[in-house]
């Protein structure tokens, strides 16, 4: 619970700056992207947290590892992670950190479960209605789950909207039985 406060207020300090300066989307995109590598290359942060390795080694391994999306905010940031020894805070910071850009752009985070792929159309299609429903722009994270037999279970930050086969057999079941 406590690494959770202390990666909000890191994450909040690093959105209120990058928006300060007009630096949201580059941090936005160069935090993904170096989460991105650090989960691929999980080395990486032993390495960034070892102490015998310089800090300019470590700042050349950051602007490595961010690519083409190395903001100079993001490197002092990261940089501050590695010598406040926090890097293992890092996805939790790039959570909140998306939440928080989110909140500002007025953006839902939504979980999509359907029994069977949806195309990139009926996607679409979900997300507009969404949208209308919302009143908000939408981020789907679509997955597929066999065990729903049919249907979609919609899950917000706060709601279930549960339209499933499985769903409604439950739920028919909890009247036949009394549960």
Request: charged residues 25%; glycine residues 6%; positive net charge.
């Amino acid at each position: 619970m406590k690494d959770l406060v202390v990666a909000q207020k890191y994450a909040h300090a690093l959105f209120a700056e990058a928006q300060a300066k007009s630096e949201l989307l580059a941090c936005q995109q160069g935090l993904e992207e170096f989460i991105r590598v650090a989960r691929l290359r999980g080395s990486l942060s032993q390495i960034l947290s070892h102490p015998f390795i310089a800090v300019e080694e470590k700042k050349r391994m950051i602007h490595s590892a961010l690519g083409d999306r190395a903001a100079p905010l993001l490197e002092r940031f990261l940089l501050l992670l590695v010598e406040k020894h926090r890097l293992n805070l890092l996805f939790a910071i790039g959570q909140e950190f998306r939440a928080e850009v989110d909140r500002f752009q007025n953006v839902q985070a939504l979980n999509v479960r359907s029994a069977f792929p949806l195309s990139e159309s009926q996607q679409k299609d979900l997300q507009g209605k969404l949208e209308k429903w919302l009143r908000s722009k939408v981020r789907m994270d679509v997955q597929v789950d066999s065990s729903l037999i049919g249907g979609l279970v919609i899950q917000t930050r706060n709601h279930v909207l549960d339209q499933s086969l499985k769903g409604q057999l439950k739920k028919l079941e909890g009247v036949l039985y009394g549960h």
